[in-house]
């Protein structure tokens, strides 16, 4: 279960301060899926880089299963599972994706177990294991490395910073499967996916609104949805990507 | 000769050898042969006048391999070898060279090891070559290769060099002439530390239509250390070559990247590419997203690098 208590981050702006993310107060119990979404600059990115130690917030603490990691360095809160997919994902000259998945999973993976992996995000893995993580793979095909990364570890909590962000609308058709997958299987875990499409949107238990740094909205799914349809928050796959 | 326990090491760091090879091979160690063995492919004959061997390798109609690597452990020794290899047309070889050096004494060692490849009509070759250093004494660890290749119509050349740890000065220098439709690929990598100096120096002649040459260096400079990556084609034929120097330095490491390429033809068609800069933050935040610590994420960006 993942706890934010009264999180702020400001940065100085110009010599003026201004505050990306204020006063956010959230419970993320385990077994749900939440979405948070809202309008671009929002601070929904911040967010999650908040989370994942990334960033370090100007004032509130975070606590992840009762433990304060407010001070806790970004690996020591991926050792004690939290798991991050970039809205960007890195590239690696040299480094193979099974080498990626290897180390994300902490311990020796068998091709056969990477495979799986790579499997649940619709690569066919025979021929992505020893390709590297370089310039020669597509923005789609890196983002699903990325995610593979997140189920390698098996994470208490993942957090998935945009994950429609650069893809192509195949890619991303795919990609809606790999979360509503993800959610079937989610069990003692918890998932934070930050997104402005509906179909992500539509497998949310809950849904939080992020505007101008501020919770706006929060609550199940019926409830926030339908308010949004429409909205910069909650736009269908084809208009945003095309 | 028996070699002890520092020779070991030294060879299975450079040549991954444990046992004796199978195959032709020349093991040189302190100056002396260390063994030898010629097959009814690969005629090894020792030079008379000069240090070095004369090596004859013959088509065999399959590939051939011989090792001939080269280790120092005696402070303060100081060598110039030719070694002189003849290949046959239609001939297939992979030839496993590199030179250790463990020096715990006060005084230089050094290895300058000249090679020159003859290289026939459509013959294939494939040389590999690591450099290591080891030992603790102030002495310096020097390596020189030089390598002259000269490739005829339809020859292809793969070199793989590679000089990870622990020697303090190289100069390289690399020369290359190829005919018609000769294929010339180098892969060069290079970590250098401490007050370490390396310099590589290649120039790569395309004289006949359809040559091409490939070059890329992966480098990593450490600490104080400096690297000069001077790579120079030039195409004199219809033909192509492309070369690559992509390097990360850290710490007060210093790289160079000079890029040369001449066309003396219309058709000839050469690319450069150079990048260097540190390793990117978000790297290293990515592996840290997986439980590596900072330090862990450096060596594995790293280790990936010069694979």
């Known amino acids: 279960m993942l706890e934010l208590k009264h999180l702020t981050f400001g940065v100085d702006s110009e010599g003026a301060g201004r505050e990306i993310v204020r006063d956010v107060s959230l419970t993320l119990p385990d077994g749900r899926l939440i979405v948070v979404t809202g309008p671009n600059g929002g601070g929904k990115s911040t967010l999650a880089r908040l989370i994942m130690g990334i960033e370090r917030p100007t004032s509130g603490r975070i606590f992840l299963n009762g ?3 407010t001070e806790k360095s970004v690996t020591e809160r991926a050792r004690l599972g939290i798991g991050f ?30 495979c799986e992996y790579l499997a649940a995000v619709g690569l066919c893995a025979r021929d992505y294991i020893n390709r590297e993580v370089n310039a020669s793979l597509s923005g789609g095909e890196l983002k699903r490395i990325e995610i593979a990364t997140v189920l390698a570890r098996g994470a208490a909590l993942s957090v998935f910073d945009e994950p429609e962000a650069g893809i192509d609308l195949w890619s991303f058709q795919n990609l809606i499967e790999v979360f509503e997958g ?3 299987n989610i069990r003692h875990s918890a998932i934070m996916i930050i997104s402005h499409q509906e179909r992500i949107l539509n497998i949310a238990d809950e849904i939080v609104v992020l505007k101008d740094g501020r919770v706006d909205r929060q609550g199940p799914r019926n409830e926030v949805l ?11 796959s084809c208009r945003r990507i095309l | 000769m028996e070699l002890d326990s520092i020779q070991k090491h030294l060879l299975e760091e450079i040549a991954d050898l444990h046992a004796i090879p199978d195959g032709a091979y020349n093991i040189r160690s302190n100056s002396a042969s260390a ?16 240090s070095g061997l004369d090596i004859h390798i013959k088509a065999g109609g399959r590939r051939e391999s011989m090792h001939i690597p080269v280790v120092m452990t005696q ?27 463990d020096n715990c004494g006060m005084a230089d060692s050094e290895h300058d090891g000249i090679h020159r490849f003859y290289v026939g009509k459509n013959a294939k070759v494939k040389y590999v070559e690591k450099h290591y250093g080891s030992g603790t004494g102030a002495g310096k660890r020097i390596l020189n290769p030089g390598t002259e290749v000269y490739m005829q119509e339809g020859a292809s050349m793969e070199m793989e060099m590679a000089q990870i740890k622990g020697v303090d000065d190289t100069e390289r220098t690399t020369t290359a002439k190829l005919a018609a439709g000769a294929k010339l690929i180098i892969r060069e990598r290079l970590m250098t530390h401490g007050q370490q100096r390396a310099l590589s120096t290649y ?11 490939d070059i890329v260096s992966r480098s990593v400079a450490r600490d104080d250390s400096f690297q000069r990556f001077d790579a120079k084609i030039v195409g004199n034929a219809p033909c192509s070559g492309h070369t690559e120097c992509d390097s990360i330095i850290m710490d007060r490491g210093r790289i160079l990247a000079v ?9 000839a068609a050469l690319v450069h590419e150079a990048a260097i800069g540190k390793i990117a933050g978000e790297q290293l935040i990515k592996l840290m997203t997986l439980g590596l610590t900072a330090q862990e994420a450096e060596e594995q960006i790293i280790s990936g690098f010069l694979k």
């Open chain 1, 182 to 184: 993800m959610r079937r």
């Open chain 2, 259 to 267: 890029p040369g390429l001449e066309a003396n033809d219309v058709d």
């Open chain 1, 85 to 114: 997919a970039f809205q960007q994902p890195v590239r690696f000259k040299g480094l193979q994706v099974l080498d990626l998945l290897r180390l994300a999973a902490g311990r020796k993976l068998t091709p056969a177990d990477a």
């Open chain 2, 75 to 101: 402070s303060g020794l100081k060598e110039t070898v030719y070694n002189d290899f003849t290949i046959d047309e239609n001939a297939d070889v992979v030839i496993i060279a590199g030179c250790g050096i």
């Open chain 2, 203 to 213: 120039v790569v002649s395309l004289n006949g239509a359809g040559a091409s040459a």
């Open chain 1, 67 to 69: 433990q304060d990691i």
């Open chain 1, 226 to 236: 339908p308010d949004l349809i429409g909205t910069a928050a909650a736009v269908a």
């Open chain 2, 35 to 50: 063994g030898r063995r010629s097959t009814p492919t690969i005629e090894i004959t020792p030079k008379a006048d000069v």
